[in-house]
């Protein structure tokens, strides 16, 4: 319900969820970095504005580049439906995968996903020759880092033709 100041303007109530979420110190700089580069700041802005006017602005350009698809809004009670519905143990047990997750990427400096343009729905064959391809990869990048002087030229003809297949897909 709309409330008043007092003064004639009237204040609405935004929409979306106000979440408390940590972010890393690079995706906090993005952020800033994003704010600026399309003069979207304003002096005396909060951090959280910056972050979350960063988050507007790089989907927003996901979306206009068709990285990631422009929806009308029907299908949004059933995407967060999983994410809201979910009990206190339930969201314990998520938040603990996802810390142990993070850990293992860390640990072994797994590569950080990549962006894909939405592509059609792929077949189980196509799904598992795509996961051995970007398997090798890295495969081929953790040979590279552990063992660079037995890195071979046919080691980097491959790795070279995985990575042009990879950005096909």
């Given at each position: 319900?709309?409330?008043?100041?007092?003064?004639?303007?009237?204040?609405?109530?935004?929409?979306?969820?106000?979440?408390?979420l940590?972010?890393?110190?690079?995706?906090?700089?993005?952020?800033?970095?994003?704010?600026?580069?399309?003069?979207?700041?304003?002096?005396?802005?909060?951090?959280?504005?910056?972050?979350?006017?960063?988050?507007?602005?790089?989907?927003?350009t996901?979306?206009?580049?068709?990285?990631?698809?422009?929806?009308?809004?029907?299908?949004?009670?059933?995407m967060?439906?999983?994410?809201?519905?979910?009990?206190?143990?339930?969201?314990?047990?998520?938040?603990?995968e996802?810390?142990?997750?993070?850990?293992?990427?860390?640990?072994t400096?797994?590569?950080?996903p990549?962006l894909?343009?939405?592509?059609?729905?792929?077949?189980?064959?196509e799904?598992?020759?795509?996961?051995?391809?970007?398997?090798?990869?890295?495969?081929?990048?953790?040979?590279?880092?552990?063992?660079?002087?037995?890195?071979?030229?046919?080691?980097?003809?491959?790795?070279?033709?995985?990575?042009?297949?990879?950005?096909?897909?």
């Amino acid at each position: 319900m709309p409330r008043s100041t007092g003064k004639g303007d009237v204040w609405k109530r935004s929409v979306g969820f106000v979440l408390r979420l940590r972010v890393s110190p690079k995706d906090v700089m993005s952020c800033i970095d994003a704010v600026n580069a399309v003069n979207a700041g304003m002096q005396g802005m909060s951090l959280s504005s910056v972050i979350s006017r960063g988050i507007a602005i790089t989907l927003h350009t996901l979306r206009s580049e068709k990285i990631l698809p422009d929806r009308d809004g029907f299908e949004y009670n059933d995407m967060i439906a999983p994410y809201t519905n979910l009990t206190r143990v339930e969201k314990i047990k998520t938040g603990h995968e996802i810390v142990m997750q993070r850990q293992r990427d860390e640990a072994t400096d797994a590569p950080q996903p990549h962006l894909h343009r939405a592509e059609p729905k792929l077949s189980d064959a196509e799904k598992r020759q795509r996961t051995r391809m970007f398997n090798r990869i890295r495969e081929l990048e953790m040979r590279k880092e552990a063992d660079p002087l037995n890195w071979k030229p046919e080691h980097e003809r491959e790795y070279s033709k995985l990575r042009k297949e990879a950005q096909a897909w």
